[in-house]
């Protein structure tokens, strides 16, 4: 058994980035002792709707923001999945990137996200799509992949997953209040399609226009959810046994049934 948490975190506009992010990690630091994996939802410092703002706060893998969580990690001697941020590309273009990094404070990858959403508005038109699937084995709750918020729509993404062999899949996210019920559905579904964990981490409060949902959750690989977090800001604390990923795939072989074109 190993513990993770969630930090569903509150990025309401009346807060400043400035304000938040330094309240946000000392809350990263309160988790010292509680886990062995922190995970923090999708572009946290500004919210994941406030497109307008993402030039003003995209920074290089190296900048700020992520030596901020690298120390973080370090000294709280934790693994910390550090939700996103606007990477700045060597190009001059942006990112919307999500970050690993181990107890020792090192980087153990980066995730640049597939899909962005907005139908030609917002991210969509902003930041640059990442084209690769990104797993990392060796973690507390085993071999995991990465991925944010609206690629949970698109099962492609997580098989690909699985066929490298993911046994918990990370999801940062800030996923908005009326479609919450998809949110729901859409993690038990990727949990129940891959026979894996699903620790999916999303935020709260109005931003951008938007009210964003909440509900973090922890799936098993059976599609139960075992924690589930409510609509305010707060840390949700779940048990990841990873033994259940090979009972259940070897009691129900699924995989070995698909038809491949």
Known sequence: MNRVALLQVDVSDSESPAARIPRVLELVAKQKGNCELVVLPELWNVGAFNTGVLD???EPRDGDLVTALQAQAKSGNFWLHGGSFVERLPDGGM???????????EIVRFYRKMHLYGFDHGEAILLNRGTEIVTAKET?????GLAICYDL?????????GDQGVETILITSGWPTPRINHWRVLNQARAIENQAWVVACNEVGPNGSVMLGGHSMVVNPRGEIVAEAGTTEEVLYAEIDLSQVAQFRNEHPFQKDRFIR
Do not use: K, Q
């Not at 507390?140 to 995991?144: I, S």
């Open 95 to 105: 990112a919307n990137t999500a970050v690993l990094i181990n107890p020792t404070g």
């Open 153 to 161: 729509r698109f099962p492609e993404l997580f098989r690909g997953m």
């Open 56 to 58: 003003t706060y995209a």
């Open 140 to 144: 507390p709750v085993g071999h995991v």
